[in-house]
Every structure is written in C-alpha cells, then in structure tokens.
C-alpha cells in the first residue's frame, strides 16, 4: 500500500529566497507523482506531474524531480514570491493503487515580503 | 468553461438528513472520483468510476452511495448524516484508469449541525 510523506509540515521564508518541499513515498512502482498546490478554501490546482519514465518537469519558477529508487521527490522553488503561498501536496498512483492518487498531508508554504 | 464543477459549494445540513453533491465533468475524461479531506486537511479517496462502471470503492459507510447515470457525470449521495460527515468533498476526473491528467473540482463543504 502507497504511503506519502511530506517534509516539513510547514515552511516560513522570506520572499526571494529559493526552497525545497520534500516528498516521500513507500512504493517504487510509482506511475505518476504529482505535485499541487492548494490556496485556503479552495480546490486543487495541478502544478506538475512527472510520469514514471520521466526524472523531472518544470515550469516557470518550479522545478520537480523524482528518483523512483529512492523514493523521493522534491518541489524546487525559485525566487519565491509571496503569491506562492499555499498548501503544496504531493501525491502518487502506481501499480499497487491503480487510478487511485495517495496524499501526502501537504506543506503549509508562507512566503514573507 | 469549468472542466470539473461540483454542486453545491457550500452545504449545511442537520443530522439524520439526507443530501447529494453533483459533479460534471467536460473534459472527455474516462474516470471520474470523489475525495474526503478531513479536517485535518488529508486527502483521501472515497469512490471511482470508469465509464460509469465503479472500479474504486473504499471503506466508507454504506450511507455514502455514488452513481455514475454516464461518463461526464459523478454524483454523491449520502443518507442519515452524521456529525462526522463534516469534511470538503471533491470530485476529479482524469483519462483513462491509469490517472493522468488529475483534474480537481473546487469541492463541497459540507457541515452537519
């Protein structure tokens, strides 16, 4: 069974600085991982999905990597900006969970201008 | 043009009722979902369709019952409420059951008084 971790639970900088959100995740057999961010009440917007043949995607400012052998990702942000403030959750489906993405409990992300 | 849109956004019921959440989806995708996040922000999986026919069922109560009247359409029903039934619902969608292309609706707040 698929378990994600993410690390920390919740990260304060302050704006322009460059940060990482860490992503763990127990089955190797990983189709997809998908990064999202999540604003306070609202739904979840799709940042970045890297497919299991595939070691990074980016976009803009975000940068995301996956090392199925480790299981890890990270989510690299550039320059953040006090917009990028957000509840940013990684997710992950494979082959022991199908279609069926397993969470991990997000990093609440405050940027500080 | 919304590519996941939910019924309703908010909904605050008493105990003992009985409620459904409509979910429609136009992006052609063949799987639809619905997700529970619980007060505690986690995400977690409830149901999932593929062409109308269930493919995911997680243990939830038996008072939560989706039906699928065609692909494009998920809809969530749920019978005598409880306290505990308080969370943010989201439907999703995404192209065939492998799980690409994650599309999140913006979720229903349901709380029971």
């Known amino acids: 069974k698929q378990e994600v971790t993410q690390i920390p639970a919740a990260l304060s900088v302050p704006e322009g600085e460059n940060l990482v959100l860490n992503c763990s995740f127990t089955d190797s057999a990983i189709y997809n991982l998908q990064w999202f961010r999540q604003d306070p009440g609202k739904g979840l917007t799709s940042l970045l999905l890297?497919?299991?043949?595939?070691r990074e995607q980016t976009s803009g400012r975000l940068n995301a990597s996956l090392d199925k052998s480790s299981g890890r990702s990270t989510l690299y942000i550039a320059a953040s900006q006090p917009g990028d403030s957000a509840t940013y959750l990684c997710?992950?489906?494979?082959?022991?969970?199908?279609?069926?993405?397993?969470f991990g409990e997000g990093t609440q992300l405050t940027v500080n201008p | 043009d919304t590519a996941v849109s939910q019924t309703p956004k908010y909904l605050v019921t008493q105990m003992g009722n009985d409620k459904s959440i409509k979910c429609e989806q136009n992006?052609?995708?063949?799987?639809m979902y619905w997700y529970k996040q619980d007060s505690k922000k986690f995400l977690k999986i409830m149901f999932s369709?593929?062409?109308?026919?269930?493919?995911i069922n997680e243990t939830v109560p038996n008072r939560f019952s989706p039906k699928s009247p065609d692909k494009a359409h998920l809809n969530l029903h749920i019978n005598s409420l409880e306290l505990g039934d308080s969370a943010v619902y989201f439907c999703a969608s995404s192209l065939f059951s492998g799980g690409y292309g994650y599309t999140f609706g913006s979720g229903t707040r349901l709380t029971v008084v």
């Open positions: 890297i497919q299991s043949s595939q």
């Open positions: 992006l052609g995708h063949d799987t």
């Open positions: 997710a992950g489906n494979g082959e022991t969970s199908g279609s069926r993405l397993t």
């Open positions: 369709y593929n062409n109308k026919e269930l493919i």
